[in-house]
């Protein structure tokens, strides 16, 4: 979530109460009866009116159902569980919210939610970026043969690549199931990219032949639609080393996209 942000006035508190359901159907909510209450107390006393209500006794008696007798003073439960809060809040955005219009968020350091339009939300985010902070976007891996374990495996590979990047400071990384989602439907990458912030990204193929592997990767500029880096891995599979295949692949993706770092950066001192 953006450090500023407001409120959006256009969003309907019937909308907003449609936006809580999609979220709990998601397993980070869905397996925890703490989070749901904590979030629909909040929203809902936000979508009232009483928002300056919002402090930590009120919402460990109401929300939590704490003892009357509760001393946030000496209990730090309700800003242990705002925490879990807002990382199952980004949980969400970044795998599962693939149509979603509204976003709700809680800030740090506040338990008053806010509600977003999610344009206004990928304003925010952009706005808020590093100039010399590159962000990537993992599209799906091109499968040739269309066989489903073949599909699985590209899937989880995407999806551990976009983890491991995520780890790397001063990258930001757009969520792979969105990026998935959207890819569908927009062939053009620069207004794809446009669209959700996005400047650089990782594409390829896999093929699996008998006990074969072969992969090939490449980093994209998506400003200048120039191939930054590529390369093939290929080796044979077994049960025993399908993850250490995995682990290599990711190792140098990340070890390129912090060689794009150190560009960038260099090539901003230089401008200065």
Not at 40 to 50: A, M, P
Not at 57 to 76: G, H, M, W
Request: proline share 4%; with cysteine.
């Amino acid at each position: 979530m953006p450090a500023s942000y407001a409120t959006a006035p256009q969003l309907s508190e019937e909308a907003i109460e449609e936006q809580l359901g999609r979220i709990f159907l998601h397993p980070n909510f869905s397996n925890s009866e703490i989070l749901k209450k904590f979030l629909s107390f909040v929203v809902r006393e936000t979508c009232s009116g009483h928002s300056n209500r919002l402090k930590e006794y009120t919402i460990a008696v109401k929300a939590l159902e704490k003892p009357a007798s509760f001393d946030p003073q000496k209990n730090c439960i309700v800003r242990i569980h705002a925490g879990r809060l807002r990382r199952a809040l980004s949980g969400y955005y970044n795998e599962m919210s693939l149509q979603d219009e509204i976003i709700i968020g809680l800030p740090k350091g506040k338990y008053v939610p806010v509600f977003m339009a999610r344009q206004q939300w990928l304003n925010e985010i952009k706005k808020e970026r590093p100039l010399y902070e590159p962000s990537f976007a993992i599209l799906p891996f091109l499968c040739p043969s269309g066989k489903d374990l073949e599909s699985f495996f590209s899937d989880n590979l995407c999806l551990q690549i976009c983890s491991a990047l995520s780890q790397i400071d001063h990258i930001s990384v757009i969520g792979y199931q969105m990026v998935k989602s959207l890819a569908a439907k927009h062939f053009d990458l620069q207004e794809l990219g446009s669209r959700l912030g996005f400047d650089h990204i990782i594409c390829g193929a896999s093929q699996y032949l008998e006990r074969t592997f072969r992969a090939t990767v490449q980093i994209i500029d998506c400003r200048s639609c120039r191939q930054i880096w590529s390369k093939i891995f290929e080796c044979e599979v077994s049960e025993s080393n399908i993850f250490d295949i995995q682990d290599e692949i990711c190792r140098d993706i990340c070890r390129e996209a912090g060689e794009r770092i150190i560009q960038i950066k260099e090539a901003a001192l230089f401008r200065q």
